[in-house]
Nanobody, 120 residues
């Protein structure tokens, strides 16, 4: 069982930056993958970026070169540095984790989300 809590959202002007953070807690053996989803009003939730426990990353094309994901395996945290923000980045951002419990099951978890608004 994993609980994910996001922080760092807010209002920023186009071209600005924000840094999102997510902390995982609970009872689990390991977290294989962490990442971020986002959902804009009237749109489907999309996968933005992931990072494995070994540090391999991927990004949706629309954020490549602007967003950077990082994680601290010891602290079970993941961050998302967002630069050169655009109005199209406005969404609720959800932290994600793929984890294995001590009893064996592997499961997906999402946090409650944090609002990011990019507007002048």
């Amino acid at each position: 069982q994993v609980q994910l809590v996001e922080s760092g959202g807010g209002l920023v002007q186009p071209g600005g930056s924000l840094r999102l953070s997510c902390a995982a807690s609970g009872n689990f053996r390991s977290i294989y993958t962490m990442g971020w989803y986002r959902q804009a009003p009237g749109k489907q939730r999309e996968l933005v970026t992931t990072i494995t426990s070994g540090g391999r990353t991927n990004y949706v094309d629309s954020v490549k070169g602007r967003f950077t994901i990082s994680r601290d395996n010891a602290k079970n945290t993941v961050d998302l540095q967002m630069n050169s923000l655009k109005p199209e980045d406005t969404a609720v951002y959800y932290c994600y984790a793929l984890s294995q419990g001590w009893s064996g099951p592997v499961a997906n978890y999402w946090g409650q989300g944090t609002q990011v608004t990019v507007s002048s």
